[in-house]
């Protein structure tokens, strides 16, 4: 069992972009639902993720929202987006990672779908197919998510 936070808010903080201007993570359910993940670029479980999580980006539904809060320095941050060719807004968590603490972040990658109120609706932790498809589907993604040239397992821990 997780000790995550599943229900409450999530904090709408102000956290920086990757040209380091302070953006409210608000922002990313002011018109409805958001997908968020927490991760790290060392962590092979967050790099296999994201370029899924920027699937679900490129493909919602507009006023619903996708974001990543790496637990990185800005040109790490920025090393991994263009690597892995990511569109996705990133925001940036400085040790001692105030935001996780709120969050009872226990695993990188870790996802919430939070709502349009930023209540914590899901949470997600690792790669787990099921739940991006899930997500994906919240956010008014068409199906199929995943594509058999994918190779996307079921599921792989944080």
Known sequence: MSGVRADGGFPGQALPDLEGAQRSLA???????ALILIGHKNCKTTRQTLPFVDRIHRRRSPRRGVLA????????????KEKLGLELPIRLEADPYLLAQAVSLVTVPTLFLVDGEGQIRAVSEGFVRADLEAFA???????PLFVPEDKAPAMTPG
């Open 27 to 33: 922002d990313a359910w002011k018109e409805g639902d």
């Open 69 to 80: 809060i790496l637990q990185d320095a800005p040109e790490d941050a920025l090393a991994l």
């Open 137 to 143: 589907a919240r956010l008014g993604v068409a199906s």
